[in-house]
């Protein structure tokens, strides 16, 4: 699913991080450890985009909604993962006037994650057992929506609250629109 724009882009962010013996570099650490973070989080974004082209090729346009999302349609632990990732190395690549830049370790320490993300998002979405899913029961008849009780949530899971619809209270009818003026 990832593309090899992704891979060459953490191979190039690795190479800045790492330069080979006998390279004359003209750019601080600071300064390569800041572009790294920027290719880095690219790659990111791309796995992310490709991930998304499988699944729904609309969240490609949503800049953070795809990684929020992202719990979804894989497991909660790459989801997490890839959101820390993102933000660190989106903090990363924030220039500061007053802040020190990125040390390279630190930058270094995110290659192995990035590198993991990009294999986990090429596996693809992973789809719910039937195990996990709760039991779906037919509505009877004569009986409301609002009157059956709610499947117990997933172990884990914080039940979620019911948010009332806004409208007149109960037993009361809502007042008709106003058409036209006086």
């Known amino acids: 699913m990832t593309d090899d724009t992704a891979r060459a882009d953490v191979s190039a962010a690795q190479s800045l991080l790492r330069p080979s013996a006998g390279t004359m570099t003209s750019l601080g650490p600071g300064v390569r450890a800041r572009a790294a973070a920027l290719l ?40 997490r993962r890839c959101y820390l990732t993102w933000s660190a190395l989106s903090t990363a690549c924030h220039y500061r006037a007053h802040d020190m830049p990125p040390a390279p370790s630190e930058i270094q320490s995110r290659l192995p994650a990035v ?22 029961r037919p509505q009877e008849a004569g009986r409301s929506a609002a009157a059956t009780p709610a499947p117990p949530p997933a172990p884990g899971r914080q039940p979620s609250r019911t948010v009332p619809k806004p409208g007149p ?10 058409v036209g003026g006086p």
């Open 115 to 136: 590198e993991a993300l990009l294999e986990a998002l090429e596996r693809g979405p992973t789809v719910p057992s039937a195990a996990t899913l709760p039991p779906s």
């Open 169 to 178: 209270p109960p037993g009361r009818r809502a007042a008709p629109p106003v």
């Open 40 to 79: 880095l989080r690219r790659a990111l974004e791309r796995g992310l985009d490709d991930f998304w082209q499988g699944v729904a090729p609309g969240m490609t346009r949503v800049g953070k909604h795809r990684i929020l999302c992202l719990g979804a349609y894989t497991d909660r632990e790459t989801a």
